[in-house]
């Protein structure tokens, strides 16, 4: 059986699309040229996050700000002591037009040392982007970066996945795999709207759950009767469902009341994703709309 996606996009809906990636490239310009050995992390984030607020109606998700092994979900705590060193550092940003993501990632290697890993993953998402079209299917999108990875001598992680994008949903369907998997795949359409991010290593290919986690979002509406873990709820619910941080919200027993709310399964958690065999990790990331022909992609100007 096919997976389900999502309803074909209205031009309106495009054209909100289309706007958060204009935004989005000015973000990511602003942070490549911004980024440098002894800045700090906490630092950077709240410059991207402020600058956000500034040119977008939000955040789609905080800032992943991801070092060497770690793939995904690092994004700083509050008053974040860490800088940045000799790193490989993975830059993922989501900002949002009503709603409408755009959602794009680059690799900075501030050591120099590893631009061969940087290319595999740039290469294979230009090599994805290429076979994108009314039509195509997922399946041959993670042929495409499979290859790729594989041909300049790099893995891609298998276990990571390019997504569908829908109004306040920065993961929707249909995933977008890294491999070739076996089977059809979903059937790429005019309008519809994806996230095709590659992460290649030198690794093993796999990622699994660090005990770290900072980011959350809300997936069911339900009440809660605890005093302050009502008031970090209603928090939450204004990022309609979005992935948020934990340094963006305040409480005086933060901790407990974000325990309490997955206990309950109001919210869920996103544990920074680490590569199994502690290989360098790099990723890139565009959002694109397809066409008949081929994808209008948002995010690169």
């Known amino acids: 059986m096919k997976p389900e996606i999502n309803p074909i996009n209205t031009e309106e809906v495009l054209d909100k699309y289309r706007a958060a990636g204009v935004v989005h490239q000015q973000i990511m310009k602003e942070a490549r040229d911004k980024i440098k050995i002894g800045m700090n992390v906490y630092e950077y984030a709240r410059f991207i996050d402020e600058r956000i607020l500034e040119l977008a109606?939000?955040?789609?998700?905080?800032?992943n700000i991801s070092f060497n092994a770690d793939a995904a979900h690092d994004t700083p705590l509050l008053n974040d002591t860490r800088v940045f060193g000799e790193d490989?550092?993975?830059?993922?940003?989501?900002?949002?037009?009503d709603g409408y993501i755009a959602d794009g990632a680059m690799t900075i290697d501030l050591?120099?040392?590893?631009?061969?890993?940087?290319?595999?993953?740039?290469?294979?998402?230009?090599?994805?982007?290429?076979?994108?079209?009314?039509?195509?299917?997922t399946q041959q999108i993670g042929g495409a970066v499979e290859d790729t990875i594989t041909g300049l001598g790099f893995n891609p992680i298998r276990n990571l996945m390019g997504h569908g994008l829908a109004q306040y949903t920065a993961h929707?369907?249909?995933?977008?795999?890294?491999?070739?998997?076996?089977?059809?795949?979903?059937?790429?359409?005019?309008?519809?709207?994806?996230?095709?991010?590659?992460?290649?290593?030198?690794?093993?290919g796999f990622i699994d759950n660090g005990h770290l986690k900072e980011i959350y979002s809300q997936i069911k509406l339900k009440p809660t009767r605890i005093p302050f873990v009502r008031k970090v709820l209603d928090q939450i619910s204004t990022y309609n469902g979005l992935p948020f941080a934990k340094r963006w919200l305040v409480g005086d027993k933060l901790d407990m009341a974000l325990n309490q709310l997955e206990k309950d399964g109001i919210i869920?958690?996103?544990?920074?994703?680490?590569?199994?065999?502690?290989?360098?990790?790099?990723?890139?990331?565009?959002?694109?709309?397809?066409?008949?022909?081929?994808?209008?992609?948002?995010?690169?100007?």
């Open 57 to 63: 109606d939000g955040s789609a998700f905080p800032v």
């Open 172 to 204: 929707a369907e249909p995933s977008v795999p890294n491999v070739r998997h076996s089977g059809f795949g979903a059937e790429l359409r005019v309008g519809d709207t994806i996230a095709i991010e590659p992460f290649a290593t030198d690794g093993e």
């Open 88 to 97: 490989v550092v993975k830059i993922d940003v989501g900002v949002h037009i």
């Open 268 to 301: 869920t958690s996103y544990p920074v994703l680490t590569e199994v065999a502690n290989g360098l990790v790099s990723q890139a990331e565009h959002t694109l709309i397809v066409t008949e022909d081929g994808c209008e992609v948002t995010t690169r100007g």
């Open 111 to 137: 050591s120099g040392k590893h631009g061969d890993l940087v290319k595999a993953s740039e290469e294979a998402l230009k090599a994805a982007i290429d076979t994108v079209k009314a039509g195509a299917t």
